[in-house]
Antibody, heavy 128, light 110 residues
Framework: EVQLVQSGSEVKKPGESLRISCKGSGYSLTTYWISWVRQMPGRGLEWMGR????????NYSPSFQGHVTISADKSSRTAFLQWNSLKASDTAIYYCARHGACSGGRCYSGPFYGMDVWGQGTTVTVFS | QSALSQPASVSGSPGQSITISCTGS?????????VSWYQQHPGKAPRLVIYDVNNRPSGVSNRFSGSKSGNTASLTISGLQAEDEGDYFC??????????FGGGTKLTVL
């Protein structure tokens, strides 16, 4: 089964660092780009950034550039989202998702097919 | 970067059709054919229901369809069912390998 499995919930204090993970299984991680998406409590989805696990090239939303770092480890088939100094406003659910789609019996990888497989989400709570 | 504009809520009775709009600009929705739509039920991860404006992934009911005109994309759900109730988000490519979501629309099946 193709799936993305994320690390568990985290409770942190402002100023602390954190790295959460997203492990792919059932497919080759390097074949598909991975994006990270934030959902603050009771709010909508926000695209944060993406990585190509093949070469670890990244792009970020201007809203998140400089505040988070996205990385990947091909050997462990895992993508990461990292903060060096958390704020209370970082409290949210964070999802990873792969870029691709399956239709008509075929699966396609590539940045423009939408995000077809999502992790279960990691809840991050930051308070003092 | 502001979110794409979606109505906050829409509603319909079982069997009816509804349409959710997603309005952006020539820099996103209007400039590319890469608009996708996601369904999210409470406490669950989003689910892809339309990609590349009007393509359905495997396993998605043909009651879901998408279209685009100018800077506005639309998701239509026909033959509404109770299970369709939830939140719906559009997402558009915005160039330079970046994406932008809409603010989301809450669908209520009456």
């Amino acid at each position: 089964e193709v799936q993305l499995v994320q690390s568990g919930s985290e409770v942190k204090k402002p100023g602390e660092s954190l790295r959460i993970s997203c492990k792919g299984s059932g497919y080759s991680l390097t074949t598909y780009w991975i994006s990270w998406v934030r959902q603050m409590p009771g709010r909508g989805l926000e695209w944060m950034g993406r990585i190509d696990p093949t070469d670890s090239y990244t792009n970020y939303s201007p809203s998140f550039q400089g505040h988070v770092t996205i990385s990947a480890d091909k050997s462990s088939r895992t993508a990461f989202l990292q903060w060096n100094s958390l704020k209370a406003s970082d409290t949210a659910i964070y999802y990873c998702a792969r870029h691709g789609a399956c239709s008509g019996g075929r699966c396609y990888s590539g940045p423009f097919y939408g995000m077809d497989v999502w992790g279960q989400g990691t809840t991050v709570t930051v308070f003092s | 970067q502001s979110a794409l504009s979606q109505p906050a809520s829409v509603s319909g009775s079982p069997g009816q059709s509804i349409t959710i709009s997603c309005t952006g600009s020539s820099s996103d929705v209007g400039g590319y054919k890469y608009v996708s739509w996601y369904q999210q039920h409470p406490g669950k991860a989003p689910r892809l229901v339309i990609y590349d404006v009007n393509n359905r992934p495997s396993g998605v009911s043909n009651r879901f369809s998408g279209s685009k005109s100018g800077n506005t994309a639309s998701l239509t759900i026909s033959g509404l069912q109770a299970e369709d109730e939830g939140d719906y988000f559009c997402c558009s490519y915005t160039g330079r390998s970046t994406w932008l979501f809409g603010g989301g629309t809450k669908l209520t099946v009456l």
